[in-house]
């Protein structure tokens, strides 16, 4: 994927770790801290991208806040039974991974410093791609099933 270097996209050293770590408790999870150059557990496309493994998401300084916050959704999506299972892959269909990619812009509003306008950009910023050119076009006109899916499930309020 990309590097930090060639996009900018904020990252876990530009927010207040507290602030993730709480929202993320929010939700079961726990966000732990890789020192910087160490490996990150759980990185399905590698360094500097989240790592993921049961309840844990693992980020280092360098990490994007989208990539902390993607990961994070895949979990906060999964039943408890299978979200203990989890190594570094959590999706198994369409439904999951476009659920995912809606909450994650959702909780990007709850996290100071971030707000779901930049999380969007910075999704842009770094290759996500939707059929109707953006991630904001996708979010307000093409999400409908996503969001449906979360409402269902109980992960957002059915206003």
Not at 26 to 55: N, Q, T
Not at 128 to 136: D, F, K, N, V, W
Request: glycine share 8%.
């Amino acid at each position: 994927m990309h590097t930090p270097s060639d996009r900018d996209v904020l990252c876990l050293r530009d927010v207040a770790f507290a602030d993730a770590a709480a929202l993320l408790a929010r939700h079961g999870l726990e966000l732990v801290a890789v020192p910087d150059g160490e490996p990150i557990p759980g990185s399905y496309w590698g360094e500097p991208e989240a790592g993921i493994i049961g309840p844990t998401v693992y980020v280092r300084g360098d990490t994007p806040v989208h990539s902390m916050l993607h990961e994070a959704c895949h979990l906060i999506v999964l039943p408890p039974e299978r979200r203990a299972q989890v190594h570094t892959d959590a999706t198994d269909s369409v439904a999951e991974e476009d659920a995912t990619c809606y909450l994650q812009i959702v909780l990007a509003g709850q996290l100071p410093g971030v707000g779901s306008e930049r999380l969007m950009q910075d999704m842009d910023a770094w290759g996500y791609t939707y059929r109707l050119g953006s991630t904001r076009a996708w979010f307000e006109q093409d999400a409908e099933d996503a969001r449906a899916w979360l409402i269902e499930r109980g992960l957002l309020p059915a206003t």
